[in-house]
Each structure stands twice: as structure tokens, then as C-alpha cells.
């Protein structure tokens, strides 16, 4: 009989070790004591309860945050306003240098008209000009390019060949060509000479020519019109992006030799 007693005090020291007390945390309606476990039944009141609390994450996954409404509401129109003037500042700083390119002097009567390699289109204002008696020959340096399709055209246009002049130094790019063509002049005792080429072309044609001559030779630059460029959509077109890009680094070298001395 003594033994009961012991385990009945053994549960009940260890129900009172447990602070708080086990009824203060669960309301309890039966303790049953298996060997060494404790099963504990809650009360249908708190199951109630329990079961009757909202879900706290799902409530604080659909609660927008604090002032995120307010923040999107003053950051976008301002977005959209510096994504407008930012395009906005581009196509105009486009547009500025594709103007700059163009260069096209008023026509003046010359000693020779310099029509400008690996292009037919300028080949046919050359003979236009020619044709105006603005000039009463025809310079061709000898380039890479097609330099007999000029010559096809010039004849073609109704530019005998008596006044056709086919420099016979090979030149390799333009600084080469306007060299070419100032040394003959200088022989030949000209005064005045009439460079054509095409548009996005004129702005560095005038700089090297003005390099190469200083001022001993003056030179009207003009652009053939049988080639289209636009200086304010010159970017939209692949071609015509390629050769203006081509021509601001052809610029650059320029001012950079003219920087060197």
C-alpha cells in the first residue's frame, strides 16, 4: 500500500514543478497517466478559440505596406517625366550632330571640280556642275573605290574625256586623296578648286582640306544630292548610322592631328 502513495507524490511533485501550473496554460478537462508519459486534453471551449484567430500571416501578406501607395504615387509620374526629356535630350543631341556633318559652301566658279572616290553619286553632280560650266575639268584621284564607274559616268553624263584629269597616285583613304589633289593644283597654278562629296562627308573633307591647303588654296565643299541623308534621322537607317559614326571618329582623328601639331 506504501507504494501507491510514492507514485501518486511523484505526479504530484511533478504537476507542481511546472510554473505556471499546467491549468493556467491549457484548461484541462482529463490527465491520464500512462507509465512515464502525461496526456494532456484541451478543452472544447479553447479549441474554439484557438481555431476562431485569424491567420496572422495570411492578414499580413494581403496589408499593403505603410506608405508604399503614396511612394509609388510620387515616384512614377516623375519617372516618365526624366525618361521623356532623357529621349527627348538624345534625339536632339542626334539631330545637332548630324547638322554639324553637312557642310555645302554657295557654288562658285572654280578651276577644277574634285569629285571624291568610291561613290557614282558624286561622279554624277560632278558632271552636273561641269555641265553649269562652273568648272572646266574634272579631277578623279585614283582610290581604292570604284574609280573606272566614275570615269563610265562622267563619259555617260556628257564629260568629254579631254577634261576628265585621273590623278595617277593611288591614295588610301581621304587625307591621302585631298593631298593628291592639292599637289596638282598647286602644280596646274589653280586658285580656286570645287570639292564634292557626299553630305555626312563634307564636315571632315573641309577640315583636312583646310589642314592640308592653310589657306593657300581656298576650296567650296559641296554635297551631291543624289544621296540621301537626313541630319536630324540620320541614326534611323543602319547605313546611314554606320557612316555617320564612321565620320565623328574620322573628326575626331582630325582635331587630334591638329591638336599633335
Known amino acids: 500500500m506504501a507504494q501507491p502513495r510514492e507514485k501518486n507524490r511523484g505526479v504530484e511533485g511533478c504537476a507542481a514543478a511546472i ?7 491549457w484548461p484541462l478537462s482529463t490527465v491520464k497517466i500512462r507509465s512515464s508519459s502525461i496526456t494532456l486534453t484541451a478543452s472544447t471551449e479553447h479549441e474554439s478559440k484557438t481555431t476562431a484567430a485569424p491567420d496572422s500571416t495570411e492578414t499580413f501578406a494581403r496589408a499593403p505596406l505603410p506608405g508604399y501607395s503614396s511612394f509609388m504615387t510620387r515616384t512614377w ?5 526624366y525618361a521623356i526629356l532623357t529621349g527627348a535630350g538624345v534625339l536632339l543631341l542626334l539631330g545637332a550632330l548630324g547638322r554639324f556633318l ?5 557654288l562658285e566658279p572654280a578651276d577644277a571640280i574634285v569629285v571624291l572616290a568610291a561613290r557614282e553619286s558624286r561622279a554624277r553632280e560632278g558632271a552636273a556642275l561641269y555641265q553649269r560650266g562652273l568648272a572646266p575639268r574634272i579631277v578623279l584621284a585614283r582610290g581604292r573605290g570604284r574609280h573606272d564607274a566614275q570615269v563610265r559616268v562622267l563619259i555617260k553624263a556628257g564629260v568629254p574625256t579631254s577634261a576628265i584629269v585621273q590623278l595617277p597616285r593611288v591614295t588610301m583613304n581621304t587625307r591621302d586623296e585631298l593631298q593628291a589633289d592639292f599637289e596638282y593644283a598647286q602644280a596646274q597654278g589653280f586658285s580656286r578648286m570645287m570639292l564634292v562629296t557626299s553630305s555626312y562627308h563634307t564636315r571632315r573633307v573641309t577640315m583636312i582640306w583646310r589642314q592640308i591647303s592653310r589657306g593657300r588654296m581656298p576650296a567650296t565643299v559641296h554635297a ?5 541623308f537626313d541630319p536630324n534621322l540620320w ?6 548610322l554606320r557612316s555617320g559614326l564612321h565620320e565623328l571618329g574620322g573628326i ?10
Open 19 to 25: 510554473d505556471p501550473p499546467l491549468g493556467t496554460l
Open 77 to 81: 509620374p516623375k519617372a516618365i517625366l
Open 102 to 106: 553637312v557642310v555645302d559652301d554657295p
Open 224 to 228: 551631291t544630292p543624289y544621296e540621301r
Open 235 to 240: 541614326w534611323a537607317s543602319p547605313t546611314k
Open 252 to 261: 575626331a582623328q582630325v582635331l587630334l592631328r591638329a591638336l599633335r601639331g
